[in-house]
Nanobody, 124 residues
Framework: QVQLVESGGGLVQAGDSLRLSCAAS????????MGWFRQAPGKEREFVAA????????YYADSVKGRFTISRDNAKNTVYLQMNGLKVEDTAVYYC?????????????????WGQGTQVTVSS
């Protein structure tokens, strides 16, 4: 069992940066692939970024590529999402998720554990 707690969300202006963190409980964090998803009001949850257990493989949604960076520190049981050049359309609740298969997956259904989410609001 893994528990995930996101932090770092907030209200920022367009063009600003934020770094989200996701702290995981448990000693097996390093075995999990990790992902970030987001959900805006009235929209479905969508993939943002994913990272494999070792950090050697990463994937990004086209909408964030070049602006967002996913990383992990297995010694700290934490995964990060550095978000630069934020846009109004990045406004959403951001969720981190853990995949027991250790891979980096773009697909919602591959993830076994989810955090409660952290709100990111970008104003114009």
């Amino acid at each position: 069992q893994v528990q995930l707690v996101e932090s770092g969300g907030g209200l920022v202006q367009a063009g600003d940066s934020l770094r989200l963190s996701c702290a995981a409980s448990g000693r097996t964090f390093s075995r999990y692939g990790m992902g970030w998803f987001r959900q805006a009001p009235g929209k479905e949850r969508e993939f943002v970024a994913a990272i494999s257990w070792s950090g050697g493989i990463t994937y990004y949604a086209d909408s964030v590529k070049g602006r967002f960076t996913i990383s992990r520190d297995n010694a700290k049981n934490t995964v990060y999402l550095q978000m630069n050049g934020l846009k109004v359309e990045d406004t959403a609740v951001y969720y981190c998720a853990a995949d027991r298969e250790a891979s980096a997956s773009r697909y919602y259904r591959d993830y076994d554990y989810w955090g409660q989410g952290t709100q990111v609001t970008v104003s114009s």
